[in-house]
């Protein structure tokens, strides 16, 4: 089998990956709460449950992302992963006890920590100009599989039989679901999953960051390559301050080697290079690349609008009941036409992506955002008036609250992998989800306990919001990726030539 079809098969079980997460949720969601109260748990229970699956996803991230950088592949990763996933969720199936589904949740939450293997897999296997987009398009398979888990839950709510000494019923079917079809998809991924080399582009690339040719391999080549890997390696993407006048700004050659002249002259020479903050190779982790007002910028995008997210979805199930008097099915098609927004989102995301910078698509989603929490705080908190203009006061801040989620989570997570350093974009891509995994558990704690005090619970969303929008008013010119990478690039090739 050729290297592109293999690209391609391993690219459509990518995607399928993000189809059964989605699923998963979509399938799960809708059907907690009433699970747990037929498992006569405590209201606070629900936050628990939607927060343990992240919790256990935010320790593992950083975990199976720093593994995926030191052995360069994904395809073990993934199959160790899923068996928590398939363990989880029969679990949750088995369903004895209120103890026993929080803990199915922990487990399975798991084996969601593969995705910072996959994502920084992706940002090495692309190019830049074409990450947004391949982001894009994972992503949206996960709103897929939101969009299609709801009809799933249409069949599994007329589930009611006896399979041993298990009872199968609207509430431990979806667990018992899940747990097939993660099971498939380990034949998939053992069958249709290869640990892919990377591009011929790439290793261009780095060789030329390396400063070596094809032609040039002598000993005095190598030798010089030894003493300049650790210090040109990576100056790319982490050059310290000291050495570039801004982010972006490259100070000029003649200027850096004056630098190093007026290092060397007032200081003696060390044995080795001083790299506890630039080096960033597998295994070791360089804390201040996740220091640069930049990168804060984008974790703080990632945890904020998380939080929100979920913390908005953590209410809608018991307001919804408390209203209008939903159950599973009004639930589950509410889910699924949010679903259907979502990826039409996604998709106008990955046409805009093409023509205008990443930043200028996260300001927007920002922007949408502001606007759905402004929303939600007037017409939301307290609604007013009958049983039709209550309904449509939740649509419309609903429509807006997933309308610009598209947005920031697509431009988001291609410009965090632009601003960080590429041989460790497992790692790197495993804190971003952290991050995220910690405001999926706060989001849902802190709307939990305010559900009936909901003025409080927006109100502080909104300031979150407010601060962000803030952020990236004052660092919007840092958005970008570096530009010493192109400089360093240029200056190479000029010399091999």
């Known amino acids: 089998m050729d290297d592109q079809k293999k690209r391609k098969l391993t690219f459509f079980t990518i995607g399928l990956i993000f189809l059964l997460s989605g699923v998963e949720y979509a399938v799960i969601l809708p059907t907690v709460w009433r699970y747990l109260q037929t498992l006569e748990a405590p209201p606070y229970f629900l936050g628990l449950a939607l927060s343990a699956f992240s919790f256990s996803g935010l320790l593992s991230g950083p975990i199976f992302g720093h593994w995926s950088d030191r052995t360069r592949t994904t395809k073990k990763i993934i199959l160790f992963a899923n068996l928590f996933e398939i363990l989880g969720n029969f679990m949750y199936f088995m369903g004895f006890s209120k103890w026993l589904l929080l803990s199915s949740r922990l487990v399975a939450g798991i084996g969601t920590g593969a995705g910072s293997s996959i994502f920084g897999f992706l940002t090495r296997s692309t190019a830049p100009e074409d990450r947004a987009t391949v982001f894009a398009a994972v992503m949206a398979c996960r709103q897929a599989g939101l969009l299609i888990g709801p009809a799933f839950n249409i069949f599994l709510r007329l589930c009611d039989f006896h399979l041993g000494p298990f009872v199968v019923n609207k509430y431990t079917a979806p667990g018992l679901f899940m747990c097939v079809l993660w099971f498939l998809l380990q034949l998939v991924v053992i069958f249709l999953y290869w640990d892919l080399p990377l591009q011929e582009s790439a290793k261009v ?52 080697t004056a630098l190093n002249a007026s290092l060397n002259h007032t200081s003696p020479p060390s044995p080795k290079p001083q790299v506890s903050y630039t080096s960033s190779g597998p295994g070791f982790f360089s804390s201040r690349e996740f220091l640069r007002e930049e990168v804060i910028v984008l974790l703080a995008a990632q945890f904020i609008t998380l939080f929100n997210q979920t913390a908005l979805e953590t209410m809608v199930t018991p307001l919804t009941q408390k209203f209008f008097g939903y159950g599973e099915l009004e639930n589950s098609i509410m889910y699924c036409l949010c679903g259907i927004e979502v990826i ?34 007037i017409f939301m908190a307290k609604p007013l008036g009958d049983f039709t203009w209550m309904l449509t006061e939740f649509i419309i801040g609903v429509f807006l609250q997933v309308l610009g989620l598209p947005f920031v989570a697509v431009a988001q997570v291609s410009l965090f992998s632009k601003v960080t350093a590429e041989k460790t974009q497992g790692l790197s891509q495993g804190v971003r989800r952290s991050v995220g995994g910690l405001a999926t558990i706060l989001g849902p704690l802190w709307a939990g306990g305010l559900t009936d005090n909901l003025y409080i619970m927006m109100g502080v969303m909104m300031a979150l919001l407010a601060l962000l929008m803030i952020m990236l008013a004052f660092s919007y010119n840092r958005l970008v990726a570096p530009a010493t990478e192109e400089h360093v690039d240029n200056s190479d090739n000029s010399s091999l030539s």
Not at 209 to 238: F, M, Q, S, V, W
Not at 241 to 249: F, I, M, R, T
Request: charged share 30%; aromatic share 6%; proline share 2%.
């Open 344 to 377: 039409a989102g996604f998709l106008f995301v990955r046409w805009l992506s093409r023509r205008v910078a990443e930043r200028v698509v996260l300001a927007i989603g920002l922007a949408i955002c502001n606007v759905s929490g402004i929303w939600c705080l």
């Open 205 to 256: 690339k780095e060789r030329v960051l390396h400063g070596g040719t094809d032609a040039e391999d002598g000993k005095g080549r190598e030798e010089e390559e030894e003493e300049e890997e650790d210090t040109d390696e990576e100056k790319p993407l982490i050059t310290s301050q000291e050495l570039v006048g801004s982010y972006g700004s490259v100070v000029p050659a003649n200027s850096q």
